[in-house]
């Protein structure tokens, strides 16, 4: 019998599976199928934002499933150019029209866009829209210390969550130390480096996989959830959404934890926060 995936509480005290699915860069054509077999998989967490032009795709999925709504956690984001308060508000109706659903688990600002400096507006607009009820849950991505210490000092409302590029080789220490000392939890974007990393030839990797009888992809998510971050690792091909969701049978030793944290490098594969507008 497989072990449940485990959850997380938030600050607004709604849970979140931390091992989830993202569909970044999935084709709108092939969304559909794609969520499909990741459902079938078993993963209830789907990550989607309103730039990846697949909402529809991963509401008709989500549709097609009969899954219970309150057993699925989906989350989705607001793009930059929407950031404000009217525009905020249209672009959540549109995400939410788009996956077919009443309210989502988890909206999220996208980009903090420094540059506009109208982040401040938007989370308020986010704040209303919890008030809603049409998001359960509200945070932000990819925001630095700055931006997050902004937040704090001049709205209401803590973010549940901000999800940043993290990954062995780059943990963004700093602000998933702030994060934590708030109550935000930390999702991690490119879980796996975007394959653009060479996480999966690393030696220690390699030989944690060796001893436990895993794929390095297998370790470096379990490295994520022994760590408290939250996962969605992307794959179009179901055989890797398998191998991805097979890491609840095995433990890392503090030891390999330890090992695999030490191989930080700056090692960013994304774009910086403050050159994204
Ligand atoms: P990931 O780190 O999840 O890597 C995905 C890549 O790894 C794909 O090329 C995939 O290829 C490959 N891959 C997946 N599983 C395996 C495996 N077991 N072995 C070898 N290769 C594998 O990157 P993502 O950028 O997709 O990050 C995950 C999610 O995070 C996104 O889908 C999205 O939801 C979110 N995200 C958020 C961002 C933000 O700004 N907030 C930015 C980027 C991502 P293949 O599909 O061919 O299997």
Do not use: C
Request: hydrophobic share 40%; proline share 5%; no cysteine.
């Amino acid at each position: 019998m497989t072990k449940p995936v485990p959850t997380l509480t938030l600050n607004d005290g709604h849970t979140i599976p931390q091992l989830g699915f993202g569909v970044f860069k999935v084709d709108p054509d092939e969304t559909t199928r794609i969520v499909r077999d990741a459902l079938d998989v078993g993963y209830r967490h789907i990550d989607t934002a309103a730039i990846y032009g697949n909402e529809a795709g991963v509401g008709t999925a989500l549709a097609e499933s009969g899954i219970a709504r309150d057993e699925l956690f989906i989350t989705t984001k607001l793009w930059n150019d929407r950031q404000g308060t009217e525009t905020a508000f249209a672009a959540f109706d549109e995400s939410l029209d788009k996956l077919g659903l009443d309210y989502v688990d988890l909206y999220l600002i996208h980009w903090p866009t420094p540059a506009k400096d109208t982040y401040v507006e938007s989370w308020k607009a986010l704040e209303k829209i919890r008030e809603s009820g049409r998001a359960r849950s509200i945070g932000v991505s990819n925001f630095l210390v700055p931006h997050l210490q902004r937040l704090l000092q001049e709205t209401d409302i803590v973010p549940a969550v901000n999800q940043i590029e993290l990954h062995p080789a780059h943990q963004q220490l700093d602000v998933t130390a702030l994060a934590r000392e708030n109550g935000v939890q930390i999702e991690a974007w490119g879980p796996l480096g975007q394959g653009k990393y060479p996480l999966f030839e690393t030696q220690v990797i390699v030989a944690a996989a060796e001893q436990h009888g895993k794929t390095p992809a297998q370790v470096v998510i379990r490295w994520h959830l022994q760590t408290g971050n939250i996962v969605f690792p992307k794959s179009n091909r179901r055989e890797r959404m398998i191998e991805n969701f097979d890491v609840l049978d095995f433990e890392l030793t503090p030891t390999e934890v330890t090992m695999i944290s030490a191989l930080e490098r700056a090692g960013r594969v994304g774009g910086h926060p403050n050159d994204i507008n």
